[in-house]
């Protein structure tokens, strides 16, 4: 049984920046594709970032050169880091895994960031 489980996130002031992680267990690891998902208020889930399991990297527009994606195989570990963050990325902030050539998807509890002044 895959579980996700998120840790980082909470209040930053814009400009500043944060990290997120998220520990994998129950899943070889190294099979999956990683990605982190966003959910503000009243808006749908978005996607963010993903890392392949070749280790390449895709991001959205909006968090591009901001935001750095990471993976540890060896300790079943998911990291995004969040610079400069805007107002904009206020989110509940998921962890995605998903496993090579399917689309079953599972997801981590959510972590909250909140950037205001």
């Known amino acids: 049984q895959v579980q996700l489980v998120q840790s980082g996130g909470g209040l930053v002031q814009p400009g500043g920046s944060l990290g997120l992680s998220c520990a994998a267990s129950?899943?070889?690891?190294?099979?999956?594709?990683m990605a982190w998902y966003r959910q503000a208020p009243d808006n749908e889930r978005e996607w963010v970032a993903t890392i392949f399991r070749n280790g390449g990297t895709n991001y959205a527009d909006s968090v591009k050169g901001r935001f750095t994606i990471s993976r540890d195989t060896g300790k079943n570990m998911l990291y995004l880091q969040m610079n400069d963050l805007k107002p904009d990325d206020t989110a509940t902030y998921y962890c995605?895994?998903?496993?090579?050539?399917?689309?079953?998807?599972?997801w981590g509890q959510g972590t909250q960031v909140t950037v205001s002044s």
């Open positions: 995605n895994a998903r496993k090579m050539g399917t689309t079953v998807d599972s």
């Open positions: 129950g899943i070889t690891f190294g099979f999956y594709h």
